[in-house]
T-cell receptor, first 111, second 117 residues
Framework: QKEVEQDPGPLSVPEGAIVSLNCTYSNSAFQYFMWYRQYSRKGPELLMYTYSSGNKEDGRFTAQVDKSSKYISLFIRDSQPSDSATYLCAMSAGGFQKLVFGTGTRLLVSP | DTAVSQTPKYLVTQMGNDKSIKCEQNLGHDTMYWYKQDSKKFLKIMFSYNNKELIINETVPNRFSPKSPDKAHLNLHINSLELGDSAVYFC????????????????FGPGTRLTVL
């Protein structure tokens, strides 16, 4: 069993839809929870991160962490075709501990 | 200005050959990483260096040898290439990680697509 589980998709939605992306994890030492976006043939880029539990909002994006359930989510409101990409969750215990990635969910937003 | 650059972008080679991938960052970061992304998009850490010192060495075959000549460069040399080494290799850099609740973002390069025939 992988440390971080993520549905690979693809997830297809129409423009304007609310998208929900999720990851579960098994390592209770994880304290930092990140969402990276990766366009085709590009390197991942950080969307947002959350430390410990709680919610964080940045424009159309909201990240949620529920440490009691070992479950994290990324919500995208008013999705756009330009949001079509692979979304990778990543987690770390902090310090020099390694960043552990999920397998990524491929999102397709159609006009 | 490119923040994290890798050369080459594409590498096609035969089994058994030795090859190197170079990485440079101009962000002034102390910490650099090598990741491998397989055909299913799974991204996994291979090595991490902080101030030229190896701090993470995952269970990677010893055919893979990273070298950090200075803080701005981290190269990856691969001996005796195998079919299973085909993947996209990403270099990344960040400020030194903290435990204070602040995440120092890892900036990724564009990747090197390695194909072993």
């Amino acid at each position: 069993q992988k440390e971080v589980e993520q549905d690979p998709g693809p997830l297809s939605v129409p423009e304007g839809a609310i998208v929900s992306l999720n990851c579960t994890y098994s390592n209770s030492a994880f304290q930092y929870f990140m969402w990276y976006r990766q366009y085709s043939r590009k390197g991942p880029e950080l969307l947002m991160y959350t430390y410990s539990s709680g919610n964080k909002e940045d424009g159309r994006f909201t990240a949620q962490v529920d440490k009691s359930s070992k479950y994290i989510s990324l919500f995208i409101r008013d999705s756009q075709p330009s949001d079509s990409a692979t979304y990778l969750c990543a987690m770390s215990a902090g310090g020099f501990q390694k960043l552990v990635f999920g397998t990524g969910t491929r999102l397709l937003v159609s006009p | 200005d490119t923040a994290v650059s890798q050369t080459p972008k594409y590498l096609v080679t035969q089994m058994g050959n030795d090859k190197s991938i170079k990485c440079e960052q101009n962000l002034g970061h102390d910490t650099m990483y090598w990741y491998k992304q397989d055909s299913k998009k799974f991204l996994k850490i291979m090595f991490s260096y902080n101030n030229k010192e190896l701090i993470i060495n995952e269970t990677v075959p010893n055919r893979f040898s990273p070298k950090s000549p200075d803080k701005a460069h981290l190269n990856l040399h691969i001996n005796s290439l195998e079919l299973g080494d085909s993947a996209v290799y990403f270099c990344a850099s960040s400020q030194a990680p903290k435990t204070s609740g602040v995440y120092n973002e890892q900036f990724f390069g564009p990747g090197t697509r390695l194909t072993v025939l």
